[in-house]
């Protein structure tokens, strides 16, 4: 298993989902999977965190991210200075 860093995965959902003329459609999709994820996280509360819905949990944070990277490319965004900025923000912010 390869083991990606956040620009890696970036370029990664790049070259196999890249379509910027279905803009507000990818952005839809990732609240989508947003919602599959509360869903589980829902679940888990209720039941536990069984080993089934770990695994869904797993399965949807992972399609959450390829969401995001599918935004972040479409909108010409690196990921990698959109974490920079934010976390000089948040020091400032939080005094962390």
Do not use: W
Request: glycine share 2%; hydrophobic share 40%.
């Amino acid at each position: 298993m390869k083991d990606y860093k956040i620009s890696e995965f970036q370029q990664f959902v790049k070259l196999r989902d890249h379509n910027p003329e279905y803009k507000l459609e990818v952005m839809l999709k990732f609240v989508e999977e947003v919602g599959e994820l509360a869903n589980e996280v829902r679940k888990s509360s209720l039941n536990g965190l069984t080993p089934e819905i770990k695994e869904n949990m797993k399965l949807e944070l992972y399609d959450c991210l390829h969401y995001v990277a599918a935004v972040a490319n479409i909108n010409e965004i690196d990921l990698n200075e959109a974490i920079e900025l934010k976390e000089i923000i948040n020091k400032d912010k939080y005094n962390r």
